[in-house]
């Protein structure tokens, strides 16, 4: 009986015949779900048949999105014309609604590296399912915030000149400035992160490629570029994603350093900070995390996938946003404390603005929102795990993290050096409908790629169930964890 | 010579090892061996030692290759094209460290990416054997091998444990020189593409459309005709211009024409010119020279225009009579004293 | 009128233009706060006139604009004026953050440069500038007829999306030295002065080549009233104050 068991495919192990054991042992197959294997047929099932499944509501949000996605190229066509006038900018308050748009889009982005990459690097195996749908958010927020410096550009049309390429005037961008250092930097995220996440995508688009039929089957055929799962093409992918994650790591973190660099590098009061750097990866951090603990949510209903996506990822995710949560303090308060101190007056009037002025709602939302929310409520297991309550504290972490771009980049910038030059900067109608097309852009994005390639990494998940296992130890069952190699 | 292809579908990899030590046991090389499955699993589970890469040491290559990108570009721009900023040096040593770390970043990412393409063949072209059940969980183990030991080699396989063994003909395995010449011609396309972009960029082809402030609004004025003055609009500088046409047109010497003539010439000019225009005039005797004889042949073989700039202008110490005498009436004490040269 | 024949050109002899420390000097005990200077500015440069609905949403663009500070309280309220251009400044901050090298810096004049027709409109300078002294175009510039007669051709018109500041009326600096090459001498002290300069009424603008011992800006340097403004951050700039009393 035991010989038999030991070759036995993992989803066909028996159950403990103890039966206090087996109702542990039924306990850690619900919680866990590199515990809980299944056939490979079924695994592939739960992923591929609810893509087919287009209801109503899906395409009821596909028009809301591509009516949005509509809007933001008319508006912004309308700008182009018209010139950047139709915006809110004044002649001292330069930059406000599409760089705030910038850095909060690539700070999303960074979850799904962390994801994927750091968490894969530290061998966090619960991150299984959930690295492609986070790479994804990724790959879309990173192309929405690089849409919002052409929409900041006075002559748009003539953005390539930041490319350096030799031409007859012999003519070359400038090193020098932070945006050039900032094109370069999230180039290569953008496409590192979208060949990181194709190499993951390709085993799974083989599997899918021998599950349907039809136009379907000729797209997956064609995207796993004949992907047959031998021993070398393993080997050598297996290399590949080490390559990649540990490569993609520091290019996440120099990349928001450098958008912060953006501010950093000036004179202008509040930006003038060497914290800049570490405080805005840490932001990015934090709202990424967020954001993809949203997109999990969303994607878990439309998609049903709760087999895949459990309690338990929800739990981990909302760990790592507490620790987050702390952390983001932390830079905060020393951002804060630093000019606070030193008293200049330039910074005082933004500080005491902020406390007291007419930024001050917008300031005691801000710290609600991305510390007293996720403080009280994310030490909890329970609350943790409770998907309406870390989706709601996403929410208020994502609103907390948009005002703080807002307060950075508008209200400091219209309090400088000469009291003469100070001035609001008051959104208009033209960038409010362009940042809902950007919000609409990624969510788009993500929903139609969730329908279009399988968004559970099922090859790591099977990977994951094969190798870890539970035994009994003593008077329990307990879950024994290998390390991948 | 190999000939046919088996593959064995095992459940689990526990059969799955011991047929591959049996059959390596049996005379099968190492080569001859692809081991297909749905989730990769360590090669020691199967027997199997670990294989060493390429891939690693191209992402050291690619490394290496985005440092030299980073200087090339740091460095070659800032020589090219040497610009003095804001008190920096033309040369600045962190900026110029952020470009390499990000290049050596893409470079090391890239290369990993194309050498995982070309280690693997991919797209590969052909048609390999492979089995959909192997997405069901199995363990294809693959065997090339001569028809003749093909019998034998299944005989192991079944022994072992294996669901089912299945054949595939030797022409069933991927197109390597397809994949080459895929590969070259992916190449040339982005070569060329990217040499188009350059022949733009040289303006050897040339999409001609409208620049920005190639036209100005400030030198438009000059260029074009210029608007004309409201009709008792008095210039101050320069001859009287209407547009389209030479400064202010003569009257045609009507009798009428010569009539106003003289009745004009009596009130603005006489006093000077003198009554018949010889320059005897009772307040011209005080001018030193006297003012010009109009009947005089100097006088008569100038033009109408050019009388009517003197008359607009002045001449000498006859002063401008443009406050005095519309353009209209200046054409008309020229028709007249055209009949004092008579 | 005679009309004169060109001989044809022989080779042109290298040109070797002067180095000038090109300097603005404004005496603010003597500033009135007329904005005589402003409204020089705007022909000679052709700097549009924008609506009032655009300056009420605080894009008014003057190139030089006059700072109106209120001193005390009433009955002692006093108003202590700061004309504010481009202080041209030597460790000039918009220039190293511009990404297309459309604001470069001339070693040869010490001048900070725009280049229009190179401007792509990120607006970085400006935010980097903590004197704020450049101007977005965010729209077209609109020149009602028959105005447009009053634009100098010296001067590019600028269009939607270009930044501009003051530039010294660098065409003007262009114009003298070209002259003063063709006639093969060096410029003479007060031979190119902006708009502003030529127009102050009280005379509180001074403009000179401060590298000139003779020239006037030296002489009034002199002067121990002076101060640069916002000297502390390190731009450097070429614009003195003399302090007001």
Known sequence: MAQDSMHLPVWKQPFPEDSELAAQAEELRREHLLLDARPPKELADRVLTPMARLGWVFWLVFVVLAGALLTWLVTWTNQMFQGLGVVGYNRVVMWAPYIINFVYFIGIGHAGTFISAALRVLRFDWRAPISRAAETLTIFALAAAGSMPLIHLGRAWKAYWLIPYPNERGLWPDLHSPLLWDMIAIFTYLSCSLLFEYLGLLPDLAMAREYVTGWRKRFYTLLSLGWRGSGKQWKHLDTAQNVFSYAIIPVMFSVHTIVSWDFAMTLQPEWHSSIFGPYFVVGALFSGVGAVIIVLAVLRKALHLEYYIRAEHFNGMGKFLLVLSLTWAYFYFNSYIVPWYGQDPASRVILQNEATGWAAPLWYLMLFSNIVVPWATLWSKKLRTSIPVIVGVSIFVQIGMYIERYLIVAMSLGYNYLPFNWLTYTPQLTEILITIGAFSLVTLGVVLTSRLVPIIPVWEVKEGQRMQGMRRIGRAMVQTRTEPE | MPDIQLMGLFEEPTPAGETIERLRQAGVEENQLTVLSDAPWRPQVLGRRSMGGTIGMMALVGAIFGVMLGLALTGGIWYLYPLLVGGQPIYSVPPSLIIIFEMTMLGTMWTTFAAFLVANRFPVFGNPPFSPQIEDGMIGVLVRTESLQAGAIERLMLEGGAQRVERFEEERRSNDRTWLRAAAATLVAVVGVLAVIELFAYDVLKIEFPSNMVDQPSIAYLQGPRLAAPADAISIDGPDLIAGQPASVPHPMTSNSIQRGQVLFSINCQLCHGPQGKGDGTVGAFFTPKPADLTSRAVQSLSDQQIFLVITQGFGDMPSLRENLYPNDRWDVINYVRTLGK | ?245
Request: charged residues 25%; aromatic residues 8%; proline residues 7%.
């Open chain 3, 1 to 245: 009128m005679e009309l004169t024949h060109t001989e044809p050109q022989k080779a042109p002899r290298a040109v070797t233009l002067e180095t000038h420390k090109w300097t603005l000097v404004v005496n603010l005990d003597k500033c009135t706060g007329c904005q005589a200077c402003v409204v020089a500015c705007h022909a000679e440069n052709n700097v549009p006139m924008r609506s009032e609905r655009e300056v009420i949403r605080g894009r008014g663009q003057h190139w030089i604009r006059i700072e109106r500070y209120w001193q005390g309280d009433l009955p002692e309220l006093q108003a202590e004026f700061l004309p504010m251009m481009c202080q041209e400044c030597s460790n000039a901050p918009c220039e190293p953050v511009c990404p297309v090298y459309a604001s470069v810096h001339s070693e040869r004049e010490n001048l900070n440069l725009q280049v229009y027709n190179r401007c792509v409109g990120t607006r970085y300078c400006q935010n980097n500038c903590p004197y704020k002294v450049r101007y977005f175009n965010f729209f077209d510039p609109q020149f009602d007829l028959p105005l447009e007669q009053q634009l100098n051709p010296d001067v590019t018109v600028r269009v939607a999306g270009i930044m501009e500041k003051c530039t010294s009326c660098v065409q003007r600096i262009r114009r003298g030295e070209e002259q003063a090459l063709v006639q093969n001498r060096s410029l003479h002290d007060g031979e190119v002065i902006p708009a502003c300069v030529q127009t102050c009424p009280t005379s509180a603008l001074t403009f000179g080549d401060r590298n000139d011992p003779q020239s006037k800006v030296a002489a009034v340097l002199e002067d121990q009233r002076k101060f640069r403004v916002l000297e502390e951050l390190g731009t450097e700039p070429n614009v003195y104050y003399l302090k007001g009393g």
